[in-house]
């Protein structure tokens, strides 16, 4: 079976930056596409950002221009670039793959950015 593997989390001041790694037990390329999640305690999971298998990005509103999803399909690994970070960022990350028609979730990363 698939495993996903967060990695990076940590805590920061505002306005630092933190580099999430998820890697993957498989072949990243052949994935349709792979996704960072966050949830903080009392909210929501929401979707972070995206990036498909033809390497299109997708972003949520409120990290546009702060926050960059890549990967090196080499290393079966997807990143997520956080820069500017506010303690609103605070919250649990975790990776998620779309495998045909099945999702796969990694166990998540803390995230944690104080004032």
């Known amino acids: 079976q698939v495993q996903l593997v967060e990695s990076g989390g940590g805590s920061v001041q505002a306005g630092g930056s933190l580099r999430l790694s998820c890697a993957a037990s498989?072949?990243?390329?052949?994935?349709?596409?792979m996704d960072w999640y966050r949830q903080a305690p009392g909210k929501q999971r929401e979707l972070v950002a995206r990036?498909?298998?033809?390497?299109?990005?997708r972003y949520a509103d409120f990290v546009t221009g702060r926050f960059t999803i890549s990967r090196d399909i080499a290393k079966n690994t997807v990143f997520l670039q956080m820069n500017s970070l506010k303690p609103e960022d605070t919250a649990v990350y975790s990776c998620?793959?779309?495998?045909?028609?099945?999702?796969?979730w990694g166990q998540g990363t803390q995230v944690t950015v104080s004032s």
């Open positions: 498989g072949n990243i390329f052949s994935f349709n596409y």
């Open positions: 990036i498909s298998r033809d390497g299109t990005t």
């Open positions: 998620a793959a779309k495998i045909w028609t099945v999702d796969y």
